[in-house]
């Protein structure tokens, strides 16, 4: 990886105050996150916490600094649909486009096939030509679209539902292995 990106790691609760702090602005002043309030520090490692025990929780370091986070979790919360994982990114304002959100979902990506999810489900609040653009880029293709499901910032917002196989053909028909 370019040294200018940074370095992609495990997330650990002691990251929860930058985490916070880059969730933030998404939290207060876009229709990005679905959450009306920001998350408290504690709040945030423990779903940092719960995250890795489960699923996986990354975070982008910049010269020694976190300036990025990606997590997977439980789709729902039912034995059934144990091999699929929703997925969420969020990187500092001052660090888009500089290829450390790529660097950070494609190890994300890579981390929860290992641990064998089958699939990654992405939520966007549209209109977000930037996410989706972003989410197709790994091969996520469009699932669905609730519509006016998300009232935020005085309106109402529809969101798309994008996913991917993270094993592509590799599974079609067989049964799911374990989850590690």
Known sequence: MHASIGRVRPAGPEDAP???AIYRP?????????????????EMAARIT??????????LEHDDRVIGYAYGHALYR??????????GIYVDADH????GG????TQLLRRLAERGYRRAVAGITQPNAASNGFH???GFTEAGLYRRVEWKLGS????????????????RGAPAGPIT
């Open 18 to 20: 930058a985490c916070a």
């Open 26 to 42: 998404y939290v207060l002043d876009t229709a990005i996150s679905w959450e009306l309030e920001v998350p408290t520090v504690d």
């Open 50 to 59: 719960a995250a890795r025990q489960t699923h996986e929780w990354l975070v």
């Open 78 to 87: 039912v034995a059934s649909y144990q091999w699929s994982a929703q997925t």
């Open 96 to 99: 888009h486009r500089t290829g």
């Open 102 to 105: 790529r660097e950070l979902y």
């Open 136 to 138: 197709r880029s790994f």
């Open 156 to 171: 109402w917002h529809d969101v798309a539902w994008m996913q991917l196989d993270l094993l592509g053909d590799a599974d």
